[in-house]
């Protein structure tokens, strides 16, 4: 690892004086090498709690002890050092350091500069992730990165999107690995509020999935979250209220039309036509069930504050987010939203720094917690005739929301359990010929609530130790603990014949925990010898564990139709009845132990040379195989630092040319697979006769 190099000066002649204890004021200005004033520069006296900030000008104002050290830092500039001792003004130049401004890139257990990188990685910054203020950090990702593909099954606020990291790597799961400050995360990374990633790092290609072994062969998404600096508390509030609207209408039939179109079929038929002259101009336009479905203007709205600081020894970003959206299609009648709230607190902790030690200099310890409550109601979605937005362009314009006085009695008396709205307005019912489409206002307005939970903690313990010079030893522990579940509802109603037509109620219960634990100690090392040979290595241990328990719990036949009321103790169903309740009960997991390493050497970050292996043990893999080997390796060449491309073409900033092979697996295969089995759902196509699923003790996952 770099270690920026320290600059010293004196402020006056005398170096070294005796410190008194007498306050003394100093003031001043901190510049760059261009003039301008640095805002947020750290001034701090080493070794203890006095400090401050520069303002939006670069000025700052300071009383110390006659004698003492005043240490100036600012992300990307050389630390400068001066001793205090009669001024009472001191102006201070930063100047660049080079080798830090220079982009990194987390590559998995650790990082290296952009430019000496020899496989495909792509990193997407804070600012390039909240250009759109994202609800998610999947969807911030949209169209920022080569090669990787998000899609969304559904407009559902809150939906899950589809990652594909150059495409479908493996049949049975072809999610992408997430590790979020280093540590593995089931389920993905929704969890996370946008606004607290520093950088999200892709890695796409099988040789910088590598050192990630049996989980890497769908690309891997590391995500790094936003840490304090040295200095005077930052308050940040963020926050935005917006208003959503379908983009486009489908176009569909009006009234009139739809009775021309319907005529003309009679015509075909060979019968008289339905709609005469007076029922064509009574008619209008009729009903444009889009319009009626449609919520517009429906709110979005996104608040986030956080904090961030420190002092010489340790450092903080604490933040508290919420979010808020309700669906275009139900959310004016709270059948169609989502919301989250969001904490993290990540905190870096200097034990103590000794730099003019060869050894132990310096022992570092931090803690990464974030968690995450959202909760979510949705609609059925893309479903051909089932669904609201199916019914909204299907169903016809001639019928009206309401049926009138006459027509909801006759409903009434014939189905006691039509759908009525708050007011107590009866809605219409399809006419003759279309029981499988129903009122889709009708069914916004059913007596039915769908509710998901989601509590998640993540959190990541880690220390750090300088062993000796470019020597370094990391221990992580980390926990993702997950709750999620869902309670839904359904009362007795009538819509339509087909589908819609429920004389019971029902009421449906389940609870999933999920727990990780994860435990990682490597070695990392990193040295430059006679300024050309740049040598460095990682070489570590990992293991794992994770299991899932689910309950859950169906009874229908509720003593009362009240939503406040609507659980699974109030439910009265027939015990000898079939099927009329039940339950499930399931526990599942899995376990991993890993050795890897990684060795990279570049001469004069012209040539680049990486190897990397990684040896993955999986519960899931069968009896006989239970290890996996997954190597990698790749070469690099930039030619820009060549001296034949000094006098290149003004077009052309930056050329490289990059090689690499590398083997991944999947351990996401479900669990014994390996094993012979009876399976029901597999019949042969005469009798009722169970197929064997025919197993492999030699099941290695997917490679």
Known sequence: MYEAPRQEGVAAATAGVRQDPVGQQISGVVTDENGDPIIGANIVVPGTTTGTATDVDGRYSLTVPRGSVLRFSYIGYLEQEFTITDQTTLDVRLEEDVETLEELVVVGYGVQKKSVVTAAISKVTAEELNTNRPSRVEDALKGKVSGVQITQSSGQPGSDSKVRIRGIGTVNNSDPLYIVDGMYVEGGINYLNPTDIQSVEILKDAAS???????????????????????????????????????????????????????????????????????????????????????????????????????????????????????????????????????????????????????????TLGVNVGYSRSKSTGIETNSEYGSILGSALTFSPLVPVYADDATAEAILARYPYAVKDKNNRVFSLPPDGFQEIANPVGMLNQPFSGKNNDDKFVGTFWG?????????FRSNYGVDLAFWGYDTYTFPYFLATQGKDVKFSTVQSEMNRGIRWQLENYFSYAKTFNDVHNLSFVLGQSASKYTVRQLGANDRDLLELDPLKANINSAIADRKEERAWGGTDGHNGIRTASYFGRVDYNYAERYMVQATVRKDGSSNFGPTHKWGTFPSFSLGWNLTNEAFMENRPDWLDYLKLRFSWGKNGNDRIGQFLYAAMLDGGQNYYFGGGYKVNQGDPSKLGEI
């Open 209 to 363: 999935a590598a050192i990630y072994g049996a989980r890497g062969a769908n690309g891997v998404v590391l995500v790094t979250t936003k840490s304090g600096q040295s200095g005077k508390p930052v308050v940040n509030y963020d926050m935005s209220y917006g208003w959503q609207n379908p983009w486009k209408k489908k176009e569909v039939l009006n009234a009139q039309e739809y009775m021309i179109i319907m005529n003309e079929t009679d015509i075909n038929d060979g019968i008289a036509p339905r709609y005469n002259r007076e029922a064509f101009a009574a008619a209008g336009a009729g009903t444009d069930w889009q319009d009626e479905t449609f919520y517009y203007n429906a709110p979005v709205q996104n608040h986030q504050v956080s904090i961030s600081g420190g002092a010489e020894r340790i450092q903080y970003f604490l933040s508290a987010g919420y979010f808020d959206q309700a669906g275009i299609v139900g959310g004016n009648y709270d059948k169609s939203n989502y919301n989250r709230f969001s904490l993290r607190s990540n905190t870096t902790y200097k034990v103590f720094e000794v730099k003019d030690r060869s050894f132990l200099n310096n022992v």
């Open 464 to 472: 750090e130790i300088d062993l000796l010079p470019g020597l370094k």
